[in-house]
């Protein structure tokens, strides 16, 4: 089994920052995409930030040029800083992640949620 912890949520003002973290562990042989999805209320979960095993990135139209998803593969973790914060991004994060596990018998695929993490930007 694996388990994604994320922290960094919180109150933010308009135009201010936040990082959020994701920190996975567990069963892992290797982490494959890592990436961060967002629900606001009413609305479907969407895709904010994802980042490849080999570094590639790419970000929802919204957010590009104001958030950045980096990972260190050393701490199985993956981070979303998030500058210039909007109301309009005011909602509960979740990371995902793609881990290859060794079962005992083969290695096996999954993607993994973290549990979320609010974010609101208000004044």
């Known amino acids: 089994q694996v388990q994604l912890v994320e922290s960094g949520g919180g109150l933010v003002q308009p135009g201010g920052s936040l990082r959020l973290s994701c920190v996975a562990s567990?069963?892992?042989?290797?982490?494959?995409?890592m990436g961060w999805y967002r629900q606001a209320p009413g609305k479907q979960r969407e895709l904010v930030a994802f980042?490849?095993?080999?570094?590639?990135?790419n970000y929802a139209d919204s957010v590009k040029g104001r958030f950045t998803i980096s990972r260190d593969n050393a701490k199985n973790t993956v981070y979303l800083q998030m500058n210039s914060l909007k109301p309009e991004d005011t909602a509960v994060y979740y990371c995902?992640?793609?881990?290859?596990?060794?079962?005992?018998?083969?290695?096996?695929?999954?993607?993994?949620w973290g549990q979320g993490t609010l974010v609101t930007v208000s004044s």
């Open positions: 995902n992640v793609g881990v290859l596990s060794w079962s005992g018998l083969n290695y096996r695929a999954n993607d993994y």
């Open positions: 567990g069963n892992i042989f290797s982490i494959n995409g």
């Open positions: 980042t490849t095993s080999g570094g590639s990135t």
